[in-house]
């Protein structure tokens, strides 16, 4: 095993203090000035909401359903709407 | 299609997105109906015995069940999640694929390679513009899927792959078959 995992396991409140230091001197120097980085970025995090604003417009769409295709197969093409008269 | 179906005196209440064709709003209902009966809130379900599906001329109009309340529906449970009244799915992702693939979208059996070639092909050629997309952003759903902005908190490559993967699910199938 390597010492790293003994030296943990010897001292967890210690770890568990630095981590503590470390994570509040962070928070500390990323709240001063308005000049600061942008947050977290949003390849890591992802884009706040994208999930549920993607996801809902999924939810609602019509052209996934076999008549859009059976419409498209007489020459129509995926953006043109569907008109009323086909529909019934 | 064109109407929602309900048990009792208000049968035939007019159906979000009638004319449009099917969608997953067509059955799991939230406040559609409530300007005109304000205690007709539904949690994503319907008020069907059975729900509606699109006619293909085979004598089928309802699925053999009503659609699921989706509130909590995916909170994780000890013995892990089941979907549909009859457990019919364990994952969302089976879920989604075999709801828009099969006959509640019209698609009969035997055609689920079709439904996902239809699939990418209305993801590739959305330009943003229809009805629904205005809804929302009025972006075409290749920028949507595919622009580092607009990053999921999911796999990145399937993200970015994710119309190509809808072929490559087809080429599978297509190879699984022959």
């Known amino acids: ?7 943990h396991n010897a001292f967890p409140q210690v770890v568990g203090t630095s981590i503590l230091i470390f994570t509040s001197l962070l928070l500390v120097g990323c709240g001063g000035g308005s000049n600061s980085p942008a947050p977290a970025s949003v390849a890591a995090i992802g884009t706040p909401g994208a999930e549920g604003s993607v996801g809902e417009r999924l939810f609602v769409e019509t052209r996934f359903a076999q008549f859009v295709k059976a419409y498209l197969d007489s020459g129509e093409k995926v953006n043109d709407v569907l008109p009323a ?3 019934s | 299609m064109n109407l929602s179906e309900t048990i009792g005196p208000m049968v035939g209440l007019p159906r979000p997105f009638a004319g449009l064709s099917m969608n997953c709003r067509a059955c799991h209902l939230a406040n559609e109906h409530t300007a005109t009966q304000p205690d007709f809130m539904r949690t994503y379900t319907d008020f069907a015995l059975r729900s509606p599906i699109p006619h293909r001329g085979d004598g089928k109009r309802t699925a053999p069940r009503n659609s699921p309340p989706l509130v909590i529906a995916s909170l ?5 999640t089941l979907f549909h009244f009859d457990g019919e799915f364990s994952t969302l992702e089976d879920l ?9 979208f019209g ?3 035997g055609q689920k390679a079709e439904a996902i070639q239809h699939i990418a092909q209305v993801m590739r050629g959305d330009n943003g513009k229809g009805p629904i997309a ?3 952003d009025g972006l075409p759903y290749l920028i949507l899927l595919r622009d580092p902005i607009l990053t999921f908190r999911t796999n990145s490559a399937c993200r970015r ?3 190509c993967s809808l072929d490559q699910l087809q080429t ?4 699984m078959r022959s």
Do not use: E
């Open chain 1, 1 to 7: 095993m390597f010492p790293f995992s003994r030296r």
């Open chain 1, 85 to 87: 008269a086909i529909w």
């Open chain 2, 76 to 80: 994780d449970r000890p013995d892990g």
């Open chain 2, 96 to 104: 989604i694929v075999g709801t828009f693939t099969v006959r509640n």
């Open chain 2, 107 to 109: 698609w009969l059996p």
């Open chain 2, 134 to 136: 205005t809804m929302f």
């Open chain 2, 161 to 163: 792959n994710f119309v």
């Open chain 2, 172 to 175: 599978k199938k297509s190879s």
